[in-house]
């Protein structure tokens, strides 16, 4: 038992010095703490504390693997208990050397500690000369010597509890004992019990307060998981490799999105102001359906006929049919129809610090006009890190998992559909208006588990996709009893209602971006301000905000790379998986794939098309304009609304 004392003891140091870093970034920066409640202030160090718990498990996890075991133990091997003491005070004194540096990195920055202090790297000496002219570098130096003078004094002074003379256990109970330190060991380094997500820098953002929420991270961690373990992610995204230099790519962007530099917002290379004629304060609710695919919509040409719902409020509402999600995952569905942005090749930027940023999108416009913002998810709030991104992107409050009642709950996708939307029709009801109301469903994706006793459609029993099929109608029949609530309220006819799929099926596919992946309904329903009609034009996630704005009318700033879908401008659609893209405009689809490869196919028909040069060649730079753009924007940190 002297191990486990020895071990918890050795954790809870840790967990000491960092919690007095965050202590020390608090005093440093306690202007920005003004206005936050203490209790506010008191919970980042509670969430904080996770995140310490789980820099300190990955330091002390190797030490503890041989240092628990028997016979070769801290209590039985000097040279075990040497080598962990050594490994423990350098990689204990890095990590409090982190939260030391991000004493002057966050006031810079506005985030703790990440891969920007690799952009540097090409010019060292310029570099570190500018820290030295402008931190009080010895200061922090000699600082951290201290620290790490004492947490190493520390340490070592807690070995007193493994003195003593030898005791020689039972196996069965070492290896007992040696199993409850791993498992907890496993646990802390997860950081939570939740069987969907590890820890990641999303739990941090649980309040409205920027300040409050960086605060609850540890600059160790963020470090570590943005500038290492992401490296490989963040030189994947970016294998367009021969990025389009940032004026070129910015001009072309400007050219494709009709941007005039008369409408330029001062600060910002796409940001414009539109005028939309008079303002209309409508609520917006948004809907982002979990695989809600054309292929399963008859009206849109669909292999099978999953949607009657869908169909029936279409049929009141504008359809557009050939429009397209971003990207082939739920996560760049929720980044580009909240942004207005491009899904970016390779790891999705909610989970990279450079999604740490306001990109302007509909419920930032939105709450700027005031607007109460809300999020539902019917799973983990923090999968994907969508809390924290979506705080930052306009949400006040994001409603999940623990929402909802616990035996509502059928699987790790959370609650049923029609739970999350029953309680977004009681919050609803007194939330402030206008509201814009975004709601993310899950049921349609497997294990594609449908409540008991609700009266959707079934497919007969024994079907090949019965599972699959069956999970389609429900979603649809919960999205129609929704909607049709909506209807029914006193504030429905003052309602604009959005519809769209987070992505396609990959159903039959022809070609490696292939339209079923990608191909979605949006439906907009808007009383009163739009003729129910079919509109053909091809669009994508991106141009959502800008077709929204334009039913709302006013004036707002446009800082999105999407374009109004109501006007008969010139539209795309580009289309990322993973790290290859397609650009679909007219009736040509433009692909280059993982290996560099282009090709071009007709569109709908995906027959391969030779010849074209000038015109796939075209297609290919227009890619790489809108991605290079959208990258040089996003690595600059000039994205959204520059006036607010």
Not at 49 to 66: E, K, N, Q
Not at 192 to 205: D, Q, T
Not at 326 to 347: D, E, R, V
């Amino acid at each position: 038992m002297r191990r486990l004392r020895y071990l918890a003891a050795v954790i809870t140091l840790f967990a000491l010095a960092f919690e007095l870093i965050r202590l020390a970034l608090l005093i440093r920066y306690a202007a920005m703490a003004r206005g936050i409640p203490a209790s506010v202030l008191c919970q980042s160090f509670l969430v904080g504390l996770r995140f310490d718990l789980t820099v300190t498990g990955y330091i002390v996890a190797p030490v503890a693997l041989f240092g628990m075991l028997p016979w070769i133990g801290w209590t039985s091997s000097r040279i075990t208990r040497l080598a962990g003491r050594i490994w423990m005070i350098v990689f204990g004194s890095i990590a409090l050397l982190a939260g030391i540096a991000d004493m002057e990195f966050f006031g810079q920055f506005n985030s703790r500690l990440n891969h920007i202090v690799f952009g540097w790297s090409d010019t060292p000496m310029m570099s570190l000369k500018i820290v030295w002219e402008n931190a009080p570098v010895v200061v922090y130096l000699a600082g951290w010597l201290v620290v790490a003078a004492l947490f190493s004094v520390a340490l070592i002074r807690l070995e007193r509890l493994l003195d003593g003379p030898e005791q020689r256990e039972p196996l069965w109970r070492s290896g007992a004992v040696w199993l409850l330190a791993m498992a907890l060991m496993v646990l802390i380094i997860r950081g939570r019990v939740s069987e969907k997500a590890p820890i990641n820098w999303s739990v941090a953002y649980f309040s409205s307060y920027n300040f409050a929420n960086q605060l609850a991270l540890n600059s160790g961690y963020t470090f570590v998981q943005d500038a290492i373990v992401d490296q490989d992610e963040r030189n994947e995204a970016n294998v367009l490799g021969d990025l389009m230099p940032e004026q070129e790519a910015l001009e072309r962007t400007r050219s494709l999105l009709g941007v005039s530099d008369s409408a330029l917002v001062s600060g910002s290379p796409i940001a414009r102001i539109e005028w939309d004629g008079p303002e209309h304060r409508y609520n917006v609710v948004l809907v982002i359906c979990e695989s809600l695919a054309s292929v399963f919509i008859q009206s849109m040409g669909g292999v099978e006929d999953l949607a009657p719902e869908l169909e029936r409020i279409a049929a009141n509402s504008i359809l557009f049919d050939n429009f397209f999600s971003s990207g082939s995952h739920t996560f760049t569905g929720i980044f580009s129809t909240t942004t207005g942005y491009p899904s970016p090749l390779g790891k999705s930027l909610m989970k990279r610090s450079e999604g740490q940023q306001d990109f302007g999108g509909l419920a930032s416009v939105l709450r700027h006009r005031g607007y109460t913002c809300w999020f539902y998810v019917p799973h983990d709030p923090h999968f994907d890190n969508m809390q924290g991104f979506l705080h930052i992107n306009g949400y006040e409050k994001v409603v999940g998992q623990p929402d909802y009642p616990a035996g509502e709950v059928l699987s790790t996708l959370g609650v049923p559909d029609h739970v999350m939307f029953d309680r977004a029709i009681q919050d609803m009801r007194s939330l402030p208006k206008p509201f814009f109301v975004t709601l993310l469903t899950s049921t349609n994706h497997g294990p594609f588990r449908i409540p008991d006793g609700v009266p959707s459609p079934r497919v007969p029993p024994g079907s090949k996709y019965e599972k699959r099929f069956n999970a389609a109608f429900y979603a649809d029949w919960a999205l129609g009893r929704f909607v049709d609530q909506l209807a029914a309220s006193d504030w429905g006819d003052s309602t604009i209602v959005v519809i769209l799929g987070d992505h396609g099926v990959n159903w039959s596919p022809k070609v490696s971006i292939d339209p079923s992946l990608f191909r979605i309904p949006l439906v907009i329903h808007a009383p009163g301000l739009h003729a129910p009609e079919v509109l053909h034009r091809v669009g994508c996630q991106v141009d959502v905000t800008a077709t929204v704005m334009d039913l709302l009318g006013g004036s707002w700033v446009n800082a999105s790379f999407g374009t109004s879908l109501l006007r008969p401008n010139h539209h795309r659609a580009l289309m990322v998986k993973d790290v290859e893209e397609g650009l679909i405009e007219g009736n040509r689809l433009m692909i280059r794939n993982r290996a560099g490869k282009l090709d071009m196919y007709s569109y709908p028909g995906l027959e391969p098309v030779e010849g074209e040069e000038k015109q796939r060649e075209r297609l290919l730079q227009d890619a790489r304009a809108l991605l290079s753009a959208s990258h040089h924007l996003i690595a600059l940190r000039v994205v959204g609304d520059p006036t607010k």
